[in-house]
């Protein structure tokens, strides 16, 4: 019954359901960071983002201080807990303390006794009484409150990254490191492409060989001696270092994966036109280069998404000053600081910098499978 036409096999119902797992599985901390861009640093640590909607407990400290009435033998102050606090009016009570050692040990409408004598009640609304034998001290009494805060959300955050200084000068920086980067080795990958695959010289083999032998060399050790070189030509710390130096780590994937979709071209259209004449600069512009556009945008926005989020290289080839930062230094050592335990700021910093590597993969995904399997079947 498998293979009868409108049936459709097990196997596809497995395939489609472990996709959609993979999907809710990328999706689940995309959407935590995008809920935590829009809260404080406060809410982050006292709840995680999936319970944002809801009311979260917080811990407050504060001093109740100012001029009691006398009523009988007792002085009696009253008024708001709130005051003198970070917490926000209409937070509700929960429990408090007079202790550090125990900030929320009595349930909020409940007393306390005072260690001078007298005795504190705080109510769920924020509201107090104290009552002591003596007049309080102008110091006041030492008070801890745990509190249900309502949830608040605020686009601080992103105004704190688009409006910091130098953002905007390291979001040109970021694209002047980018698109030279990403051009440069597609224009160089296409030309040695066509020749691995369609023109035959002696050592073809040893240099596929050898292209593939790159790939899985890691970039961490030739930075070092990369660096060397280019102080030792001249360029040093320059963004001409670092066009060279993304372009050197890309051309293995590039030639890699234009090599097996140009091997995959129709033999009778490359060799119709060489019996007509046609020179391989010819083929390869006229013919090759046009036929070969989903594996030049399939390799493009490998190479947009590689260089535009890349932090080392940039560390290692750019100018240590702030003028050269590009978007992810900037927010790595200016917003986040040497610690990055502002998770507001960095979960915000994140959808800010993926907002143009997100738009240029949607516009060019149609071609990215069609680039990646360029080879596979025959």
Avoid: C
Wanted: proline share 5%.
């Amino acid at each position: 019954m498998e293979n009868i036409a409108g049936h459709k096999s097990a196997l596809t119902w497995v395939t489609r359901i472990t996709v959609l797992i993979l999907v809710v599985l990328w999706l689940i901390p995309t959407v935590g960071l995008f809920v935590s861009s829009f809260r404080d640093r406060d809410d982050i640590s006292a709840s995680p983002w999936w319970q944002a909607p809801f009311p979260a407990e917080q811990t407050f400290g504060t001093r109740v201080a100012g001029e009691a009435v006398q009523e009988g033998g007792a002085f009696v102050l009253t008024g708001s807990i709130y005051e003198g606090s970070d917490a926000q009016v209409g937070a509700k009570v929960v429990a408090f303390g007079i202790s550090r050692s125990d900030p929320t040990g009595i349930t909020a409408g409940e007393s306390v006794d005072l260690k001078g004598g007298g005795t504190l009640t705080v109510n769920g609304d924020g509201t107090f009484e104290m009552r002591t034998p003596e007049a309080p001290s102008a110091k006041g009494q030492r008070v801890y409150f745990a509190a249900a805060v309502p949830p608040e959300f605020t686009t601080g955050n992103y105004e704190r990254v688009l409006y910091s200084n130098g953002m905007a000068q390291a979001f040109i920086n970021t694209f002047t490191v980018t698109i030279p980067s990403t051009v440069i080795p597609i224009l160089i990958a296409a030309f040695a492409a066509y020749a691995l695959a369609w023109m035959e010289f002696p050592g073809r083999g040893f240099l596929i060989a050898g292209i593939v032998g790159l790939l899985v060399v890691p970039l961490q050790l030739a930075l070092v001696p990369l660096l060397r070189l280019h102080n030792d030509i001249g360029i040093g710390q320059s963004f001409v270092g670092i066009w060279l130096a993304h372009t050197g780590f890309g051309l293995p994937l590039a030639i890699y994966l234009l090599r097996n979709y140009m091997v995959g071209l129709p033999k009778d259209i490359i060799e119709g036109a060489k019996v007509d004449g046609a020179t391989d600069f010819q083929i390869f512009t006229r013919i090759v280069l046009p036929l070969s556009f989903p594996a030049l945008a399939s390799f493009a926005i490998f190479q947009f998404l590689w260089t535009w989020n890349d932090l080392l290289v940039a560390k290692v080839f750019l100018p240590s000053d702030s003028e050269s930062w590009v978007m992810t230094r900037k927010i790595a050592d200016d917003l986040l600081g040497s610690r990055g335990g502002d998770w507001g700021i960095l979960a915000t910093a994140a959808f800010v910098s993926i907002a143009v590597p997100i738009a240029v993969f949607f516009l060019m995904q149609r071609y990215l499978v069609r680039g990646l399997l360029a080879g596979s079947v025959k």
